[in-house]
C-alpha cells in the first residue's frame, strides 16, 4: 500500500473540489465580444452576489469492489476562510468470501491559509491530517469576489451550450478547458508547495503533476443550473470520470516505465479506477438566508495528528479480489 498512503483521501477530496471550486460567484464589471452562449454564461457568472457562500456538496466513487459516498455543505466567507463537514460513507465487498463491510465517518476540513487540515472521527475519535499542495490551490479558486481571480477563472471556460432560459431559470452546458484548468490550479498550488522540502515535497509535487497530467488531458463539462431573478446557481453537476480514469491510466505508465513501484493490489486497483469506476460530483447551492450547519469538531486545537487515519479503508481499496 505505499502508493495510495502518498495518494490517500485528500486526492479523492481533491477531484471532489474541483467540481465546486469555480462557481461560486462574485461581482466584477467585465465586457467582450462573444457569442450569445458565452454571453449568458458571463451574465450569470458575475452577476452573482459577493457574500459567503455556500454549498451543499456530494461526491460518488463507485467502482467494481466498493462504494464511497461524501456527503458534506460547505462554506467560505467573506474573510477566505473555508470550512466543509459531512459524513464519508464507505461499503466495501469481498466478492472472494463474500461479505461486505460498511462505515460511515464524520469529517471536517478547513483552511485559513495555505495549508488545508482534515480532520475524520473513527471509533469515537477524531485526528487529523494536514493535506498541502493542490487542495490549498482549489480553495484559492473559491475565494471568488477577487475580481482578477473570477477574470482567470472565466478564461478557463471553452464554450457554452443554454438550454434553457426562461425569466426564472438558466440552465446550460458549459465546457471547461483542461489546459487551462490544470494552469490556474497548478499557479495557485504553489504557495503551499513553497513550506514543504524533502521527501515530502518530491511525494507533493509527483503528485500534484499527476493530477494535473490528467486534467489537461480532458475537458470538464458539467451542466450549471442558475436562478435568474437573484443570479444565484441552484445545481451545478459534474462527471469526473475522464479525469480520474486518465489519472490512474498515467500512473500504471509509469509503472510500466518503471518510474512507480506498485503492488499487485495497488495494479489491480488503479486497472479499476482506469476502466471501471466511475467519479460523478454534484453541488447544490445553499441560499444566504438559510443557515448552514457546518460540525466543527470539539477542542479542535487539541486534536492529534494521524497520517493513518484511513489506512484501513485504502488497505480494502489496494485488496486483490479474486473469485
Same mark, same amino acid.
Given at each position: 500500500?505505499?502508493?495510495?498512503?502518498?495518494?490517500?483521501?485528500?486526492?479523492?477530496?481533491?477531484?471532489?473540489?474541483?467540481?465546486?471550486?469555480?462557481?461560486?460567484?462574485?461581482?466584477?464589471?467585465?465586457?467582450?465580444?462573444?457569442?450569445?452562449?458565452?454571453?449568458?454564461?458571463?451574465?450569470?457568472?458575475?452577476?452573482?452576489?459577493?457574500? %459567503?457562500?455556500?454549498?451543499?456538496?456530494?461526491?460518488?466513487?463507485?467502482?467494481?469492489?466498493?462504494?464511497?459516498?461524501?456527503?458534506?455543505?460547505?462554506?467560505?466567507?467573506?474573510?477566505? @476562510?473555508?470550512?466543509?463537514?459531512? /459524513?464519508?460513507?464507505?461499503?466495501?465487498?469481498?466478492?472472494?468470501?463474500?461479505? $461486505? %463491510?460498511?462505515?460511515?465517518?464524520?469529517?471536517?476540513?478547513?483552511? &485559513?491559509?495555505?495549508?488545508?487540515?482534515?480532520?475524520?472521527?473513527?471509533?469515537?475519535?477524531?485526528?487529523?491530517?494536514?493535506?498541502?499542495?493542490?487542495?490549498?490551490?482549489?480553495?484559492?479558486?473559491?475565494?471568488?469576489? #477577487?475580481?482578477?481571480?473570477?477574470?482567470?477563472?472565466?478564461?478557463?471556460?471553452?464554450? @457554452?451550450?443554454?438550454?434553457?432560459?426562461?425569466?426564472?431559470?438558466?440552465?446550460?452546458?458549459?465546457?471547461?478547458?483542461?489546459?487551462?484548468?490544470?494552469?490556474?490550479? /497548478?499557479?495557485?498550488?504553489?504557495?503551499?508547495?513553497?513550506?514543504?522540502?524533502?521527501?515530502?515535497?518530491?511525494?507533493?509535487?509527483?503528485?500534484?503533476?499527476?493530477?494535473?497530467?490528467?486534467?489537461?488531458?480532458?475537458?470538464?463539462?458539467?451542466?450549471?443550473?442558475?436562478?435568474?431573478? $437573484?443570479?444565484?446557481?441552484?445545481?451545478?453537476?459534474?462527471?469526473?470520470?475522464?479525469?480520474?480514469?486518465?489519472?490512474?491510466?498515467?500512473?500504471?505508465?509509469?509503472?510500466? &516505465?518503471?518510474? @512507480?513501484?506498485? %503492488?499487485?493490489?495497488?495494479?489491480?486497483?488503479?486497472? &479499476?479506477?482506469?476502466?471501471? &469506476?466511475?467519479?460523478?460530483?454534484?453541488?447544490?447551492?445553499? $441560499?444566504?438566508?438559510?443557515?448552514? #450547519?457546518?460540525?466543527?469538531?470539539?477542542?479542535?486545537?487539541?486534536?492529534?495528528?494521524?497520517?493513518?487515519?484511513?489506512?484501513?479503508?485504502? $488497505?480494502?481499496? %489496494?485488496? @486483490?479480489?479474486?473469485?
Amino acid at each position: 500500500m505505499k502508493f495510495f498512503k502518498k495518494m490517500n483521501f485528500r486526492r479523492v477530496a481533491a477531484v471532489a473540489a474541483v467540481s465546486a471550486a469555480l462557481f461560486f460567484g462574485g461581482n466584477a464589471d467585465a465586457a467582450t465580444v462573444e457569442d450569445s452562449g458565452m454571453a449568458a454564461f458571463r451574465e450569470a457568472y458575475f452577476g452573482q452576489l459577493k457574500n %459567503t457562500r455556500m454549498v451543499d456538496q456530494d461526491l460518488t466513487l463507485i467502482s467494481t469492489n466498493f462504494h464511497l459516498e461524501l456527503d458534506s455543505k460547505a462554506q467560505v466567507t467573506v474573510d477566505d @476562510v473555508m470550512r466543509m463537514s459531512g /459524513n464519508l460513507s464507505w461499503t466495501y465487498t469481498n466478492l472472494k468470501k463474500n461479505y $461486505s %463491510t460498511n462505515s460511515l465517518i464524520p469529517f471536517y476540513i478547513e483552511q &485559513a491559509g495555505n495549508d488545508m487540515t482534515l480532520y475524520v472521527q473513527r471509533r469515537g475519535r477524531w485526528s487529523k491530517m494536514v493535506l498541502p499542495g493542490l487542495p490549498a490551490g482549489i480553495v484559492n479558486l473559491w475565494k471568488s469576489s #477577487d475580481k482578477d481571480i473570477l477574470m482567470q477563472n472565466m478564461d478557463a471556460v471553452k464554450r @457554452v451550450e443554454v438550454l434553457k432560459d426562461t425569466p426564472d431559470m438558466r440552465i446550460m452546458n458549459v465546457t471547461l478547458d483542461g489546459m487551462k484548468i490544470a494552469e490556474i490550479l /497548478n499557479k495557485n498550488s504553489q504557495a503551499s508547495l513553497a513550506g514543504l522540502s524533502g521527501d515530502v515535497l518530491t511525494e507533493e509535487k509527483e503528485n500534484l503533476n499527476r493530477w494535473l497530467t490528467a486534467i489537461r488531458a480532458n475537458d470538464i463539462t458539467f451542466a450549471w443550473t442558475v436562478n435568474k431573478p $437573484s443570479w444565484t446557481t441552484v445545481t451545478a453537476a459534474f462527471d469526473l470520470t475522464k479525469i480520474m480514469q486518465a489519472y490512474a491510466r498515467y500512473v500504471l505508465d509509469e509503472a510500466a &516505465a518503471g518510474r @512507480v513501484v506498485l %503492488t499487485d493490489e495497488e495494479r489491480d486497483l488503479l486497472d &479499476a479506477m482506469g476502466y471501471y &469506476a466511475e467519479l460523478k460530483s454534484y453541488t447544490t447551492y445553499i $441560499s444566504p438566508k438559510n443557515e448552514v #450547519d457546518i460540525n466543527v469538531p470539539p477542542n479542535l486545537d487539541k486534536v492529534p495528528e494521524n497520517e493513518g487515519s484511513l489506512d484501513d479503508i485504502f $488497505s480494502e481499496m %489496494t485488496t @486483490v479480489v479474486k473469485k
